[in-house]
């Protein structure tokens, strides 16, 4: 164990998360994981410390500054423990997948205690043939969809030692600088800062302000039936796919898995639209895709590597193909013009502002 100490203030962007967070809206990252057994309790609590021995940051709370004139800072839990981070909610009937989701939704309803950090792992035994399910939850202050796959898989393999080869690394080098988390999105602002041309913070200006302009110009929430007060209530679902099924896709018309992931989230709102609200399928819907700044998926790196696209999402298109290609086509756009960066730029941004801002 490092035995690090030191308060590490958040980056501007997982400070975002956290202080954004409402009563009603807890900005969490959740992922519901299907295993073959029941998962054994002591052998799932040794995994645990292993992550954490591995990952101190689990070990620390977010402590927020009076009055809100500094950005919270990562400081270790005196009480940390981990049975306080683990415990179990029955599966209410083997083999039924809905009543899974009402156990889903219970949890992912409460937002997590401010008094230890941010996870939790809930385990679900009872499902058919003896499965079970592992329910993850962190705020994401802490860390984003693809840090929480990795910490999926240290979670769920086996240990290094039992590998074919072993891949280690240097722990020290994971909390050795202030706010690491924000280093991204920072690098962005401040390296361009340094040594970038005029040109290029011009060019990142000119994309931040017709992206404004375009946000702006829609409506940014058309009339449909999914309009409404947030509350506390949470439904979870899910579909599954067999990613193999989508190489032919891709090749054959030139797009990407995320693309057409995009085109089926279309085409599922356009469907809840048609029976609901038959005004909702009439005007394309603007979303948010966040983008990975990573630089391979086994970045080791907790908090926020993210920056952010503006596309909108085609339901006024009835034909799957036509939706995917128009999909395809924006999102190739906002790329060419450097949505992204623009948007990692703006983010960098926020760093060198006042917390209070």
């Given at each position: 164990?490092?035995?690090?100490?030191?308060?590490?203030?958040?980056?501007?962007?997982?400070?975002?998360?956290?202080?954004?967070e409402?009563?009603?809206?807890?900005?969490?990252?959740?992922?519901?994981?299907?295993?073959?057994?029941?998962?054994?309790?002591?052998?799932?609590?040794?995994r645990?410390?292993?992550?954490?021995?591995?990952?101190p940051?689990?070990?620390?709370?977010?402590?927020?500054?009076?009055?809100?004139v500094?950005?919270?800072?990562?400081?270790?839990?005196?009480?940390?423990?981990?049975?306080?981070?683990?415990?179990t909610a029955?599966?209410?009937?083997?083999?039924?997948?809905?009543?899974?989701?009402?156990?889903?939704?219970?949890?992912?309803?409460?937002?997590?205690?401010?008094?230890?950090?941010?996870?939790?792992?809930?385990?679900?035994?009872?499902?058919?043939?003896?499965?079970?399910?592992?329910?993850?939850?962190?705020?994401?202050?802490?860390?984003?969809g693809m840090t929480?796959m990795?910490?999926?898989?240290l979670?769920?393999?086996?240990?290094?030692?039992?590998?074919?080869?072993?891949?280690?690394?240097?722990?020290s080098?994971?909390?050795?600088?202030?706010?690491?988390?924000?280093?991204?999105?920072?690098?962005?602002?401040?390296?361009?800062?340094?040594?970038?041309?005029?040109?290029?913070?011009?060019?990142?200006?000119?994309?931040?302000?017709?992206?404004?302009?375009?946000?702006?110009?829609?409506?940014?929430?058309?009339?449909?039936?999914?309009?409404?007060?947030?509350?506390?209530?949470?439904?979870?679902?899910?579909?599954?796919?067999?990613?193999?099924?989508y190489?032919?896709?891709?090749?054959?018309t030139?797009?990407?898995v995320n693309?057409?992931?995009?085109?089926?989230?279309?085409?599922?709102?356009?469907?809840?639209?048609?029976?609901h609200?038959?005004?909702?399928?009439?005007?394309?819907?603007?979303?948010?895709?966040?983008?990975?700044?990573?630089?391979?998926?086994?970045?080791?790196?907790?908090?926020?590597?993210?920056?952010?696209?503006f596309?909108?999402?085609?339901?006024?298109v009835?034909?799957?193909l036509?939706?995917?290609?128009?999909?395809?086509?924006?999102?190739?756009?906002?790329?060419?013009?450097?949505?992204?960066?623009?948007?990692?730029?703006?983010?960098?941004?926020?760093?060198?502002l006042?917390?209070?801002?």
């Amino acid at each position: 164990m490092d035995g690090t100490t030191t308060a590490e203030p958040l980056s501007a962007l997982d400070a975002a998360f956290l202080f954004f967070e409402r009563p009603d809206e807890p900005l969490v990252v959740g992922a519901l994981v299907e295993v073959e057994s029941a998962a054994d309790p002591t052998l799932l609590l040794s995994r645990l410390e292993a992550l954490v021995e591995r990952e101190p940051r689990f070990r620390q709370r977010p402590v927020r500054v009076a009055l809100g004139v500094e950005r919270p800072t990562w400081e270790d839990d005196p009480d940390f423990a981990f049975i306080r981070h683990y415990r179990t909610a029955p599966w209410p009937a083997p083999g039924d997948t809905a009543r899974l989701r009402e156990v889903v939704d219970t949890v992912l309803a409460r937002a997590l205690p401010t008094d230890r950090p941010p996870w939790e792992i809930v385990s679900i035994p009872g499902g058919s043939e003896g499965r079970a399910a592992l329910l993850l939850r962190a705020h994401h202050c802490l860390l984003d969809g693809m840090t929480g796959m990795r910490m999926i898989d240290l979670l769920c393999d086996e240990p290094e030692e039992n590998r074919s080869k072993p891949r280690r690394r240097n722990r020290s080098t994971t909390f050795d600088r202030q706010s690491a988390a924000g280093d991204w999105a920072r690098g962005a602002f401040h390296a361009s800062a340094a040594s970038a041309p005029v040109w290029d913070h011009m060019r990142n200006l000119a994309e931040l302000t017709s992206t404004f302009v375009s946000l702006l110009h829609d409506d940014p929430a058309p009339p449909t039936s999914i309009n409404g007060r947030v509350g506390r209530r949470r439904h979870a679902t899910w579909a599954c796919f067999d990613r193999d099924a989508y190489g032919p896709v891709c090749a054959e018309t030139g797009t990407t898995v995320n693309e057409i992931a995009l085109s089926v989230i279309a085409g599922a709102l356009r469907r809840y639209f048609w029976r609901h609200d038959r005004t909702g399928t009439r005007t394309p819907l603007r979303t948010l895709v966040p983008v990975s700044l990573r630089g391979h998926a086994d970045d080791p790196r907790l908090g926020n590597a993210i920056s952010a696209l503006f596309p909108h999402l085609p339901v006024d298109v009835a034909d799957p193909l036509e939706r995917l290609e128009q999909i395809s086509l924006e999102i190739q756009e906002l790329r060419s013009r450097g949505q992204p960066r623009a948007a990692a730029y703006a983010l960098g941004m926020l760093d060198s502002l006042p917390s209070m801002i």
